[in-house]
């Protein structure tokens, strides 16, 4: 049965911020489906740069590798591709603007190409989930100092939501770290499964549980989308806030 596929997206600049840093983009194609969210950082309005730069890139970057005769694995290189020349260009232009040094932005990208899987990556700690019967998974790795301490067994994963090093990144976009890529997800698709894309505006101050059970009250993607983003600023959340979901049908 071919599957279809509803989407809702929200940015909200928040009470406590000057400009929105967030990015999101959602790039329809024939055969291909794009979704980003992105967070940037840095000084002046590098971050926004960063950003939109991230946005603009990695679609482009799809629209021209990704053709139909591509198998999974090469979807995967051709995605990681995509990341690393967003990287590059990121970096290249804080390279020759003393105002744009140091920019960076996570991301999280799903990819849809109208087949029976998606592919999901991501870099930094923006963060994508699955919710597929009543429970909630997250795809993606935060690249945070605080991640890495639970890796190597130091803290816990609970201690790791209060720690001093959970919104310090080790990785992201306009960094060395990102070398060849991230790791790319393949995700079997199933009717009924709702895919989150969100920045830590809004994970970082609604915790899993609560996003489950908000979500689960939501039958149509725009008003889940849009529901989200002031679930964060009512739950206190001092940054952007931005979401994409992703609904199989």
């Known amino acids: ?25 959602v790039k329809l194609f024939p055969d291909l489906i794009v979704c980003i969210v992105a967070d940037g950082m840095g000084g002046q309005n590098a971050g926004e740069v960063a ?26 290189t ?3 591709k995509a990341i690393v020349t967003a990287n ?17 932005t996570t991301v999280v990208v799903a990819v849809w190409r109208k087949g029976q899987e998606l592919f999901v990556t991501g870099v930094g700690d923006s963060r994508t ?7 909630i998974s997250q795809l993606t790795v935060d690249h945070s100092l605080a991640q890495a301490l639970v890796e190597a067994k130091t803290i816990s994963a609970a201690e790791a939501r209060e720690h001093k090093f959970r919104n310090v990144l080790w990785k992201y976009l ?50 889940c989308a849009d529901g989200l983003g002031q679930l ?13 979901i992703m609904d199989i049908l």
Do not use: W
Not at 51 to 76: F, G, M, W, Y
Not at 90 to 98: E, N, Q, T
Not at 190 to 196: A, E, N, P, T
């Open 129 to 135: 989930y699955l919710i597929r019967n009543r429970k």
């Open 51 to 76: 950003s939109k730069k991230a946005i603009d890139i990695i679609p482009r970057e799809l629209r021209k590798h990704l053709s139909p005769a591509v198998n999974i694995e090469q979807t995967k």
């Open 78 to 80: 051709i995605i990681r």
């Open 174 to 223: 306009g960094s060395k770290e990102v070398g060849d890529g991230p790791e790319v997800t393949v995700v079997p698709l199933q009717q009924g499964d709702r895919f989150l894309l969100c920045s830590d505006g809004l994970h970082g101050v609604v915790p899993d549980d609560k996003l489950l059970n908000f979500v689960g009250t939501q039958t149509d993607s725009q008003a």
């Open 88 to 104: 590059e260009e990121i970096m290249a232009m804080g390279s020759l603007d003393k105002e744009m040094k140091n920019m960076g």
């Open 1 to 25: 049965m071919a599957l279809s596929l509803n989407i809702g997206k929200c940015t909200l600049l928040g009470n406590y911020r000057e400009n929105n840093e967030d990015s999101i983009e």
């Open 232 to 244: 964060a600023l009512d739950s206190g959340s001092r940054d952007n806030v931005s979401c994409i």
